[in-house]
C-alpha cells in the first residue's frame, strides 16, 4: 500500500511520535536522554522550530512543534536520527538503525485542541505506569508547563500564553487541566490521527484544511459505524 503524502502546514502546531525498532528501547540511561535533549534544542533552533511540548519514554519520543516551512521537520527529524543513531551505536557497541521507520506525525488545531494533545503527551508515564503523577516524571515538558521549573528548549505557543495573565496563572489552570481524566477512546483518536498523518481538530478545521489541500485530512474512524463519537466530542470531555 503507498504511503499517505505527508501534510504540509507552515505555522500549525503538530504532534510528532517516533518509535524504536519493532518497539524496542532507544533510551538506555540518564545520559542518553540528555544528549538526546540538547541535541534536539540545538537542531530545533536551526531550523527555527518551536518546541511546546516534549516527553521522551523507553522505546519512544512525543513532540509538540510548530514548524515554519514544509521541510522543517523533516530535517530536524533527519538531523536527529543521524546524530542520535551514531551516538547510540558508538556507546552500546552495535549497529543499523534504532527509529521504526518514518516518524508519524499529525496536525492540530490550536484553538482548542492543542493543550489537549500535550496534556495526552506528558502524561504517557503515568499511563505506562512509570510513575503515579506526571511532575515525578524527569523527561517531559511537565514540570515547565506546569510547574514553572526552567525548561530552555520550549517555546510557549501562544494557546498556551492565552490561559492566564502571569506564569503562575498558567501554569495553575495547565495543572488543572490534569485533574479531569479523558477517557481511551480520546487517547484512541489522538494515536489515529497521528498513526494516519492526519488533522486533530473539528470538522470545520478539517473541510478547511481538505478544500486547501485537495485531499482527505480526517481519521479514518474504526469500529461499527454511529458507535464512534467525533474528536472534539471525545477531547472535550
Known amino acids: 500500500m503507498p ?4 501534510i504540509h502546514l507552515p505555522g500549525v502546531p503538530q504532534h510528532v511520535i ?3 525498532v519493532d518497539r524496542q528501547p532507544v533510551f538506555f540511561s540518564d545520559d542518553d536522554c540528555r544528549f538526546y535533549l540538547d541535541w534536539l534544542g540545538e537542531y530545533a533552533s536551526k531550523r527555527d522550530i518551536a518546541l511546546h511540548a516534549y516527553c521522551l519514554m523507553t522505546n519512544h519520543v512525543h513532540l509538540v512543534l510548530s514548524a515554519p516551512s514544509a521541510g522543517a521537520l523533516p530535517g530536524l527529524m533527519q538531523d536527529m536520527g543521524r546524530r542520535y543513531v551514531q551516538y547510540v551505536n558508538r556507546t552500546y557497541h552495535r549497529s543499523g538503525g534504532l527509529w521504526q521507520g518514518r516518524y508519524k506525525a499529525s496536525y492540530v488545531q490550536s484553538e482548542r485542541y492543542l493543550l489537549a494533545c500535550m496534556r495526552y503527551v506528558e502524561l504517557n508515564p503515568v499511563r505506562a505506569r512509570m510513575v503515579q503523577a506526571p511532575g515525578e516524571y524527569r523527561w517531559s515538558s511537565y514540570r515547565a508547563n506546569a510547574l514553572g521549573e526552567e525548561d530552555k528548549l520550549l517555546t510557549p505557543h501562544d494557546q498556551y500564553l492565552a490561559i492566564g495573565s502571569t506564569a503562575e496563572q498558567r501554569q495553575q489552570t495547565y495543572r488543572g487541566l490534569f485533574a479531569t481524566e479523558v477517557d481511551e477512546p480520546a487517547w484512541a483518536l489522538i494515536r489515529t490521527a497521528t498513526q494516519q498523518g492526519v488533522v486533530v481538530g473539528d470538522s ?3 473541510e478547511m484544511i481538505e478544500k486547501r ?3 482527505i485530512v480526517r481519521p479514518r474512524p474504526r469500529g461499527r459505524p454511529g458507535k464512534n463519537k467525533t474528536i472534539e466530542e471525545r477531547i472535550a470531555q
Open 3 to 6: 504511503r499517505r503524502p505527508r
Open 204 to 206: 470545520r478545521f478539517a
Open 213 to 215: 489541500l485537495g485531499q
Open 18 to 20: 517516533q518509535r524504536g
